[in-house]
């Protein structure tokens, strides 16, 4: 098993800041309303505060992720995310965040870690309706965030369920 210790700063940054990024990959797929764009962001949050095992580093991430959230740290500027390349330069950190866990992690954390991710994307995917009007003609899951979503699984190596 891993620890905090196993990690640079910068892998350990990359690493607490990944459930969230996996998360705006979602909505920047499909960029929503603001209210959409809220519910997205809280569905990552409450997902980066729950990993699916209780494997040493996710825990430790989770813990990490949810200090600084309750610090207010913001995950966009640490990103600095530029307007039409937004989407590449998240489609990096998590295969930047997939090559730290391949090389680093023992290998029951980099699979919890990676299906945490992708759910992290889900739930930020279901957390609102995209289209229509008043609720009225809206999808759960739009077809760019489902394209992203596929995107994410390919890149961590996880299978569609």
């Given at each position: 098993?891993?620890?905090?210790?196993?990690?640079?700063?910068?892998?350990?940054?990359?690493?607490?800041?990944?459930?969230?990024?996996?998360?705006?990959?979602?909505?920047?797929?499909?960029p929503g309303g603001p209210i959409e764009l809220t519910k997205e962001s809280m569905a990552?949050?409450?997902?980066?505060?729950?990993?699916?095992?209780?494997?040493e580093l996710p825990v430790a991430v989770s813990q990490d992720a949810l200090a600084q959230?309750?610090?207010?740290?913001?995950?966009?500027?640490?990103?600095?995310?530029?307007?039409?390349?937004?989407?590449?330069?998240?489609?990096?950190?998590?295969?930047?965040?997939?090559?730290?866990?391949?090389?680093?992690?023992?290998?029951?954390?980099?699979?919890?870690?990676?299906?945490?991710?992708?759910?992290a994307a889900q739930d930020a995917a279901n957390a609102a309706k995209e289209g229509g009007?008043?609720?009225?003609?809206?999808?759960?899951?739009?077809?760019?965030?489902?394209?992203?979503?596929?995107?994410?699984?390919?890149?961590?190596?996880?299978?569609?369920?």
């Amino acid at each position: 098993m891993t620890s905090r210790a196993d990690y640079t700063d910068e892998e350990w940054a990359a690493l607490r800041r990944a459930p969230m990024v996996a998360g705006l990959a979602v909505s920047l797929a499909d960029p929503g309303g603001p209210i959409e764009l809220t519910k997205e962001s809280m569905a990552a949050l409450k997902a980066a505060g729950s990993p699916p095992c209780d494997e040493e580093l996710p825990v430790a991430v989770s813990q990490d992720a949810l200090a600084q959230a309750q610090q207010r740290h913001n995950v966009l500027k640490e990103l600095d995310l530029k307007g039409a390349t937004a989407r590449e330069q998240i489609v990096e950190e998590l295969r930047r965040v997939n090559e730290i866990l391949t090389a680093k992690a023992a290998p029951e954390e980099a699979a919890c870690f990676r299906t945490w991710l992708v759910q992290a994307a889900q739930d930020a995917a279901n957390a609102a309706k995209e289209g229509g009007f008043l609720g009225i003609g809206a999808t759960r899951v739009s077809e760019g965030e489902e394209a992203m979503l596929a995107r994410l699984r390919e890149i961590l190596g996880i299978e569609a369920a």
